[in-house]
């Protein structure tokens, strides 16, 4: 097999980082990538790309820890290089602020951020109504700029994007080898995933950049993460809410709430709402799957369902991708050598 | 009961707001009035890129450390509040970085969340083997000048554009106290070897996904004269010039040169950002502050003088503990003239 043709299915962070570790992990693969969106419009952009880690309940814990590591490892290097501010990746410092002390004072990642400690008394006079807090250094991904970051570095290795809906899978089959889905959200619809259900949030895009650290409020709903040209300002969490539109009562909730935390968000200006569904699963599905159809055969990779930690742990999950659609591609190799004895 | 004050940096400005604050309900003849030649944002103050940072070493001038400590606390107190914006006040985190350890600066616990930098924080910075982390404030003079110019307005202060020549020339005027917050040039007033420039060049860029600060230092050449990135609400400062007794506000190509480079060496994504503007200031340096009464006799009058200069590179940083202490000095002299009702004696 000369030149496998492996199709990318999604370009949000998820599809363009796994299409990027195709090209580094099997070189001699042709990779396309098809969507029906393409940065501004993917649920990423929506996303603050902070990296602070999402818990999945069925994902062993030491996979979870080794996929933010490789993130977070990666986009150190970009933050520190030349090209960040053209990649949108920055550090940030900031604060999670708990109204209750938290079970785990240490969560699996605090030692991979920068700096992690508990804040001390002096800061948390900031946040009367919070009781106990941790402070950290962190990376943050701006979308767009991180996405057409990867878009150029896919172009630059040859690859092909395309806008696309791809309703079925195998509509894909004779045109390529090995399709990897990306779809995220998307995948509850096109394999019929029903352990993956939109979880609703609603953020708001504010003009006010003399905040330059982030606060989150530790039960994940409150938080002001400032990014290059504005601060994203959340947010919400409705499970099983598919609804697209900006809602005007909870727009007001969100700035009240952000408000409070920090109160010189008052003089924020040029508000802009937004609406993303995150594409929850209990355990990031990152997985190989022959798809059969009379008698003929279909390689997927699936690497989708990573709800609200998609940011935190792309890299890692696209690596662990690559690495299976190299393995498709051995398989490949061999039945066809199997086939020409 | 005439108060004018010289100088309308953020020295002038937060001493009279002080004096005002504190005095005008009990002297209901206060009459304040701002005399200075340069306002806001031409004046050194604005300049600065506006980090509360004291110097490394306090030198043993434990007054200077608690003016400092009364600022940041004064300023803290204003963050809840939603002037803090108008005011150009916000939080900010950075680094202080070295090429070897050294011992933990005076501000260690008035400033936030002061650490050592981790091994993997110092990834970032090739040639730094040591540094600290701590979260401080930003008090830009931009805003902060005007938001002063304003509260002195609103509670009737009058402002003066012109340069003052003399003491002698207000005092004939028939202004009772002057307070003497002319920076850089107080020397025009009365000589005063001690007071030298600390010249400095900064260049301002278009960089904000810079959320940090970073202060290098080289403890050969001193402070000042090492790179330090500080970002500001719209624009970047680079810096990293402290020429001692260099008179000239002019930019030098060669200073440029030296704060560019050294930023980028520092911040290699620096390289993409967009030059806004260039600017050179004094930093009225001195060896230590001049905060001190001085009476002058003109004739058979006494009349008193107020010296509030001689702040180098932190300014800001202790403005308004100075201000504090200068407006004590003006309530000795208020008492000194019987003008403040005498403290309760004992009840007989």
């Known amino acids: ?341 | 009961m005439r108060v004018a004050v010289i100088g309308a940096g953020v020295i002038g400005l937060s001493s009279a707001l002080c004096i005002h604050e504190q005095f005008h309900g009990l002297v209901p003849s206060l009459e304040l009035e701002v005399y200075a030649d340069r306002f806001t944002p031409h004046t050194t103050s604005d300049g600065a890129a506006g980090l509360w940072q004291p110097y490394l070493s306090d030198h043993g001038n434990l007054q200077e450390t608690l003016w400092n400590k009364e600022t940041f606390e004064y300023l803290l107190g204003h963050m809840h509040s939603a002037a803090s914006k108008e005011m150009g006040l916000f939080l900010i985190s950075g680094y202080n970085l070295f090429t070897e350890p050294v011992p933990d600066p005076s501000w260690k616990n008035i400033v936030l969340g002061f650490r050592n930098l981790t091994p993997k924080e110092l990834e970032l910075f090739p040639g730094y083997s040591y540094g600290w982390f701590n979260t401080a404030l930003m008090l830009e003079g931009r805003s902060y000048l005007p938001w002063l110019t304003n509260r002195l307005t609103q509670r009737g202060v009058k402002f003066f554009h012109k340069k003052v020549e003399s003491f002698q020339e207000l005092f004939s005027q028939g202004v009772d106290v002057v307070l003497n917050c002319s920076g850089m040039r107080a020397g025009d007033l009365q000589p005063d070897p001690e007071l030298q420039p600390g010249r400095g060049q900064i260049i301002k860029v278009l960089a904000p996904w810079v959320k940090h600060f970073i202060i290098t230092h080289d403890l050969k050449s001193g402070i000042y004269n090492s790179p330090y990135v500080i970002p500001g609400s719209e624009f970047t400062v680079l810096g990293g010039i402290y020429q001692h007794g260099n008179w000239s506000e002019e930019s030098s190509a060669k200073d440029h040169k030296f704060v560019w480079d050294s930023c980028c060496r520092l911040l290699p994504a620096l390289q993409n950002a967009k030059i806004v503007a260039e600017w050179s200031g004094l930093r009225p340096a001195r060896s230590s502050v001049r905060l001190e009464r001085e009476s002058i006799r003109l004739g058979n009058l006494q009349a008193e003088v107020i010296h509030n200069y001689g702040h180098g590179g932190f300014g800001i940083t202790i403005h308004w503990g100075c201000a504090m202490a200068a407006a004590r000095l003006f309530g000795s002299i208020l008492q000194e003239k019987k003008q403040l009702p005498a403290p309760p004696g004992p009840r007989l």
């Open chain 1, 1 to 341: 097999m000369a030149s496998p043709k492996v199709a990318v299915v999604g370009a949000g962070v998820i599809g363009l980082s796994t299409a990027l570790c195709i090209t580094e992990t099997c070189p001699s693969c042709s990779v396309t990538v098809l969507s029906d969106q393409f940065s501004p419009n993917t649920t990423s952009d929506v996303a603050a790309g902070m990296l602070i880690p999402h818990t999945y309940p069925d994902t062993a814990i030491h996979r979870q820890k080794q996929w933010f590591k490789e993130t977070f490892t990666y986009l150190f290097a970009i933050s520190n290089s030349a090209e960040a501010s053209e990649a949108g990746v920055h550090l940030v410092s900031g604060w999670q602020v708990f109204k209750s002390t938290p079970k785990e004072e240490f969560p699996f990642w605090s030692d991979i951020v920068l700096g992690f400690r508990a804040m001390s008394e002096a800061e948390l006079l900031k946040f009367p109504q919070h009781r106990f807090g941790q402070a950290f250094t962190t990376l943050k991904c701006d979308c767009p700029p991180y996405l057409l970051w990867l878009e150029k570095r896919l172009k630059a290795t040859g690859t092909q994007m395309y806008p696309r809906k791809v309703a079925d899978l195998w509509e894909l089959h004779s045109e390529y080898d090995i399709v990897v889905n990306c779809t995220g959200m998307g995948a509850h619809q096109l394999v019929g995933d029903k352990q993956l259900s939109p979880v609703r949030g609603q953020v708001l895009k504010v003009h006010a950049p003399w905040v330059k650290q982030f606060i989150r409020d530790g039960d994940g709903l409150t938080y002001i993460y400032p990014g290059i040209h504005w601060v994203t300002l959340g947010g919400t969490r409705e499970k099983g809410s598919w609804s697209l539109c900006p809602d005007a009562g909870t727009t007001r909730d969100i700035f009240d709430r952000c408000c409070s935390l920090e109160p010189s968000l008052q003089g924020a200006q040029d508000i802009e709402v937004k609406v993303g569904l995150r594409p929850a699963r209990q355990c990031v599905r990152v997985q190989r799957e022959v798809l059969s159809q009379g008698g003929v055969k279909l390689l997927v990779v699936h690497n989708y369902g990573h709800g609200a930690g998609g940011f935190s742990v792309h890299r890692g999950t696209a690596n662990e991708a690559a690495h299976l659609v190299r393995e498709c591609i051995s398989a490949l190799q061999d039945s066809s050598s199997r086939a020409k004895l």
